[in-house]
């Protein structure tokens, strides 16, 4: 069953003091979810974190003391880490006890972007007791449209939604639920390749049905994006873009535009274009590795001088067969590979730059900037065109540990730059 999930939630140990605003935000058709935090009668945190929560109510006294960990783990139960919400701290006293919860979140990845403090005093009440929610309300809403740029990213998000809608609505439409399921079993062939048929690889069978959808719902997403006009604030400010700004690099970002957000570990007989992988085989490193290559250790003098940025680097390949002949099975006995080298933590110049020797050679590919996980957010990959080989699919599964796999857009690059270099013509010169 498809979820159905709130978009805000409220945690308190007494109802009535948030049943007034609970009931506004009803009324605006949004969906509110009340968890009673009271530690003898109250309710179970979700198993599993919501998908679409942006703003939260958090009541931080459920007993006669704070409790910091208490009020963590409701945050850490409701919202996914490293998403976007927006953090009410509704409580007797709130300046107190702010830092540190905010400290707590930023530890465990879920900062919220905004944080208001609204203390339960007599500045939101009416003479008859009762909240001033119409109030408070006003105020939120008020501070986060300060921040034009949420509009534009909110229209973005509704128009996700909205595509997967239509996506869903289409595969569903005028069929029984054994029509449904050969649909999308015939995108996963269709997609994946024949060598998926059987009851085995159902996590590969899962990642091609969800990428074949991804594409569907890019597709559709530029057609139901809402008709709403630019407000004027985001005219001035957010599209008036006079030169190119400067902020600080987004490695993680970067990342995303790199590699398929595949963060678990990627299961055994995965092979997929664009794949790479960390080399284990000593006779392979030998003979494909680049950084024993002349014009490689020239170009990386600086990466390769010890250095208290502690660079370490890694002898990578990448898979360039076709993935129209991986999918069906017909890439011949060998996988096609370039070999790379992965370094991590690389020393840069004074501009933030990839710092290399001279000009780099055209048989070298760089990508900098990148984040491979939490731990390793500051990496570079580079590339040699010269060093393509070929290995049997068996022999690659023993010899090499696989990490990330490029998106298609970028894998459709190496391709193409491989073609262009590899097809470069010599020239005769006349003595």
């Known amino acids: 069953m498809l979820s159905f999930e709130p978009n805000i939630v409220f945690i308190d140990d007494k109802i009535k003091e948030v049943e007034g605003i609970i009931d506004l935000y009803r009324e605006d058709s ?11 009668i109250g309710d179970t945190p979700p198993h599993l974190p919501f998908s679409n929560v942006n703003l939260i109510y958090l009541d931080l006294y459920y007993k006669t003391e704070f409790d910091l960990e208490m009020c963590l783990g409701w945050i850490d139960s409701i919202v996914p880490k490293n998403s976007f919400y927006v953090l009410v701290i509704w409580s007797k006293d709130t300046e107190e006890h702010k830092a540190e919860i905010i400290e707590g979140l930023t530890e465990i990845n879920k900062k919220p972007f905004v944080t208001f ?3 339960k005093n007599n500045t939101y009440k009416n003479e008859d007791s009762s909240f001033k929610w119409q109030e408070l309300k006003d105020k939120i809403d008020k501070e ?7 509009k534009e990213l909110s229209i973005w998000k509704k128009s996700i939604f ?5 996506v869903i609505g289409h595969l569903s439409k005028n069929i029984d639920s054994d029509d449904l399921k050969k649909k999308l079993q015939k995108i996963i062939i269709g997609h994946g390749g024949t060598y998926l048929l059987g009851k085995d690889k ?5 990642e091609v049905l969800f990428d074949a959808l991804d594409d569907i719902l890019s597709s559709n997403s530029k057609v139901t994006r809402p008709e709403q006009e630019i407000s004027q604030t985001n005219k001035n400010s957010l599209y008036n873009i006079p030169e190119f700004p400067i902020t600080d690099i987004d490695s993680k970002l970067n990342s995303w535009f790199h590699f398929k957000l595949i963060e678990n570990t990627i299961e055994p007989n995965f092979i997929t274009s ?4 960390y080399f284990k085989n000593i006779s392979l490193r030998k003979n494909y590795s680049i950084q024993k290559d002349e014009n490689v250790i020239k170009y990386l003098k600086y990466q390769l001088a010890p250095d208290v940025n502690k660079t370490i680097l890694y002898d990578i390949s990448v898979i360039i067969s076709r993935p129209c002949d991986i999918a069906q099975n017909k890439f011949g006995r060998n996988l096609k590979l370039l070999s790379g080298t992965l370094i991590k933590n690389p020393i840069r110049d004074a501009k933030n730059k990839f710092k290399g020797n001279n000009t ?9 900037h990148l984040s491979l996980s939490e731990s390793e957010n500051d990496c570079a990959i580079i590339f040699d065109f010269r060093y393509a080989f070929s290995l049997p699919p068996d022999i690659f599964e023993k010899r090499f540990e696989k990490t990330k796999v490029f998106n298609k857009e970028l894998l459709s690059e190496i391709q193409v730059e491989y073609s262009a270099y590899s097809s470069r013509l010599g020239i005769t010169q006349i003595i």
């Open 162 to 166: 909205n595509s997967s809608n239509v």
């Open 360 to 368: 780099r050679p055209l048989s070298l590919k760089l990508y900098d």
């Open 117 to 119: 403090n609204e203390i």
């Open 202 to 206: 159902e996590n590969r069978k899962r």
């Open 30 to 40: 949004i969906g509110v979810k009340y968890y009673n935090a009271d530690i003898a």
């Open 274 to 277: 664009g794949l790479i992988s």
């Open 144 to 150: 986060l449209n300060n921040i034009p740029e949420l």
